[in-house]
């Protein structure tokens, strides 16, 4: 298949999602998806895919991954029973990061829906690419949830493949460590994880490059520990030499990339100088493999370059990329896009800390390193 050819694009989203909130202040807004979605909307690409309002997950379906009983915490947890049903907020969930909103289940349920949802499609070959902003939740874990993230979408989509193929790639490109998914499956071959991410004095603090799997899954975790500033060129320089040295070893049967848009220039809570250019190239990259690929969300805390970012690589997806006018359509929130209404995210001139030392030469050897050490 060439490039430019047309792929099956399915693309999850429902409704509601955008109207639940965290809580004051908190910077996970989930209103970036439907600001993302107006946008989408807004440049005409509902009706050159397959938009679909994905069935809700299920308890039961949660728990392929979770545990019963933090499942079932979940379920029934509010805003006033938090305090006592986490013992003092010592399990389940812990801090602040994590608040037990109004809504939390049917929001979990609405994003592992998708991701599960994008995953059966996929397997049963009835579309190419299929698309999910409202998952990409990768810190949470069996029986806890952590950073923002409370059921693990991307494991369960993950699972929902493994029914299928034999081998998934996971790529992770948020500028946090994919640590709840990396974990899930350290330990089998099965699905390899690759995640780029700021390393050192950030959440969640793991994923060194010395941590790369466990028994079978020896070399099947790759971690690539970056720092602040990274540009589109350096960032480049090591995601397409090691991603295509993964699929020339790995040879995975299909690809799912959380799409985390805190990687980008001047986000609330990142640290890197991507563009919105440098960002879509990852998934303008995977899409040239032809191998069968979910798009997930993530993080992206800035919410007016979330939802430019994820609509603009909605297009990626389609192909029609160099058709779009950069200058926004009229949209819901057109007057939020001043004052350049324009659809792009721009870098700044920060220093780029992993060129300054050599630090990102020293990844991508030791990551093709670790990948060569895996085919013999
Ligand atoms: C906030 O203002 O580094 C939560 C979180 C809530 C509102 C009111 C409470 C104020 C920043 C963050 C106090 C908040 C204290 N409110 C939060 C070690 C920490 C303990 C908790 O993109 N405090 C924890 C998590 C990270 C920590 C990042 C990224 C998710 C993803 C995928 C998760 N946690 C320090 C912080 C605020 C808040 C303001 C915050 N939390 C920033 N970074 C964190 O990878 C979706
Ligand atoms: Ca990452
Ligand atoms: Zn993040």
């Given at each position: 298949m060439a490039s430019a050819s047309k792929r099956k694009v399915d693309y999850f989203h429902d409704p509601?999602?955008?109207?639940?909130?965290?809580?004051?202040?908190?910077?996970?807004?989930?209103?970036r998806i439907q600001v993302a979605h107006e946008l989408i909307t807004a440049y005409d690409m509902l009706d050159k895919m397959q938009v679909l309002r994905a069935k809700r997950a299920s308890a039961e379906q949660m728990t392929r991954f979770h545990t019963d009983e933090y499942v079932h915490f979940l379920n029934r947890v509010t805003p006033e029973t938090a305090e006592e049903l986490t013992y003092h907020g010592t399990r389940f969930l812990v801090g602040e990061d994590n608040p037990a909103f109004e809504g939390l289940f049917e929001f979990c349920s609405i994003s592992a829906g998708g991701s599960i949802g994008a995953a059966q499609r996929i397997a049963a070959g009835s579309s190419d690419i299929a698309v999910n902003w409202?998952?990409?939740?990768?810190?949470?874990?069996k029986r806890e949830a952590s950073g923002f993230c409370y059921i693990n979408d991307i494991v369960l989509g993950i699972l929902e493949l493994l029914r299928t193929y034999p081998r998934v790639l996971y790529i992770d490109i948020d500028c946090h460590h994919g640590d709840g998914v990396e974990e899930a499956f350290y330990t089998t071959d099965r699905v390899m994880t690759c995640s780029f991410h700021k390393f050192g004095?950030?959440?969640?603090?793991t994923g060194t490059q010395?941590?790369?799997?466990?028994?079978?899954?020896?070399?099947?975790a790759v971690n690539i520990p970056l720092k602040d500033g990274i540009t589109d060129e350096s960032y480049q320089s090591v995601f397409e030499p090691v991603i295509s040295k993964i699929l020339e070893v790995y040879r995975p049967s299909a690809v799912v990339l959380q799409c985390g848009a805190d990687s980008l220039s001047g986000d609330k809570l990142g640290c890197f100088n991507l563009t919105m250019y440098g960002h879509s190239h990852c998934v303008q990259f995977l899409r040239q493999q032809n191998v069968p690929l979910i798009l997930l969300g993530g993080g992206g805390y800035t919410v007016k370059n979330v939802g430019r970012t994820w609509a603009y690589e909605t297009a990626c997806a389609l192909g029609i990329e160099n058709e779009i006018d950069t200058n926004l359509p009229w949209n819901p929130y057109f007057e939020w896009f001043g004052p350049r209404y324009r659809l792009e995210v721009a870098g700044n001139n920060m220093d780029d800390l992993n060129v300054k030392d050599g630090s990102l030469d020293r990844v991508r050897i030791n990551a093709l390193e670790q990948l060569r050490e895996l085919n013999p």
């Open positions: 509601d999602v955008g109207a639940y909130t965290y809580g004051i202040g908190h910077p996970m807004k989930p209103h409202a998952g990409g939740l990768h810190h949470a874990k004095e950030y959440f969640p603090g010395e941590d790369r799997g466990r028994g079978k899954g020896k070399g099947y």
